[in-house]
């Protein structure tokens, strides 16, 4: 979902439709920038916990009545992100620990809240200036969230990703071994309950026209929330067939990157994995440890917090 080109209509040999790419123009068509305010913390509101922008917990004002550049110069300039390109998001999101803090917190560092947090709920009046409200929209996004609605819908996308790479593969595995008959129905329920969730996260996301470099009308997509951009990541895991793994080492959730993948893919393209580097460095000091220190696997394994049958297997 990085770059992409603007696809236009041709007609082939058989005079019938088709879309393509053309290399020589080439731009977004996912076009959403998301402020995020970092650094957040939690902090207590009326007897709610939020989860806020420090910039905005300093505030002591309400700030809803201030002009855009009032909003601007008490916040702070903001880091943007394009939430659809960001290539770790589901990844990232599949491993907050919900009963961590930090983890939290450095989720919302990254990539900002969900951003539903503006100051009215419902859609704004579409006689309203565009311009202007589009600019207070997009200063106010971002600033602060409930914790149990970041709470809430962190858990659900899990759960969703949970159920698509865990239970529905056992179910049909045992299907088709004749296990289990019953489970067909299980295995439609469970599919549709995932596809039902997955179709109501998409209403946040949006077609909408972009401006090319020479003005010309793209179409493109775009959602006013992070939280839109990761069900769109999580609609095309689930399209494309991506399927979560558990990395060897570190026991996060990822996507391989290749068949054979088993560790976290490393940050940059052209360098290993510092997760295959930090698990071949276990291996051979565990190694170094049974055969040069006398250690016995079993002492090792417990040591190190591993399988002993894992262990094992690096002496074979």
């Known amino acids: 979902m990085k770059k992409v080109k603007p696809a236009i209509s041709i007609e082939n040999e058989d005079l019938k439709k088709k879309i393509i790419h053309p290399p020589e123009k080439e731009d977004e068509l996912f076009v959403t920038r998301l402020p995020v305010y970092s650094p957040y913390e939690f ?60 983890s939290i917190l450095a989720f919302c560092n990254k990539y900002g809240l969900y951003g539903q947090n503006i100051t009215k709920t419902e859609f704004s009046p ?14 106010l ?3 602060s969230e409930n914790y149990e609605y970041f709470f809430q819908n962190t858990a659900l996308i899990q759960l969703a990703i949970k159920v698509i790479n865990y239970e529905i593969p056992f179910l049909e595995k045992q299907y088709k071994e004749g ?36 003005e010309e009308a793209l179409p493109s ?5 992070l939280l839109g ?9 689930i399209t494309q067939g991506k399927k979560f793994r558990e990395c060897l080492f570190c026991r996060s959730l990822f996507v391989p990157r290749s068949p054979i993948g088993k560790y976290c893919p490393p940050t940059q393209l052209d360098k290993h994995s510092s997760c295959e580097n930090s698990y071949n460095q276990m291996k051979s000091r565990a190694r170094k440890s049974v055969r040069e220190k006398g250690k016995s696997i079993e002492d ?16 074979n």
């Open 221 to 225: 997509y775009t959602s006013h929330c």
């Open 229 to 237: 951009a990761a069900y769109y990541h999580l609609y095309e895991a």
């Open 300 to 315: 090792v394994a417990k040591r190190i917090n591993r399988p002993i049958e894992e262990v094992r297997g690096w002496f």
């Open 141 to 143: 996004v971002n600033i």
């Open 179 to 214: 296990k289990n008959p019953s489970t067909l129905e299980e295995l439609k329920t469970l599919k549709k309950t995932v596809i039902t969730i997955v179709n109501r996260g998409l209403r946040l996301v949006s077609p909408s026209i972009n401006l090319g470099d020479n």
């Open 126 to 139: 579409l006689l309203s200036d565009p311009l202007k409200l589009e600019v207070k929209e997009k200063v």
């Open 43 to 102: 902090t207590e509101c009326k007897g709610e916990l939020l989860i806020a922008a420090s910039a905005y917990i300093k505030i002591e004002e309400d700030i809803t009545d201030n002009t855009i550049s009032e909003l601007k110069n008490k916040l702070g300039q903001p880091s943007f992100i394009n939430p659809f390109v960001e290539e770790y998001l589901l990844e990232d999101l599949a491993n907050i620990n919900l009963t961590d803090d930090q």
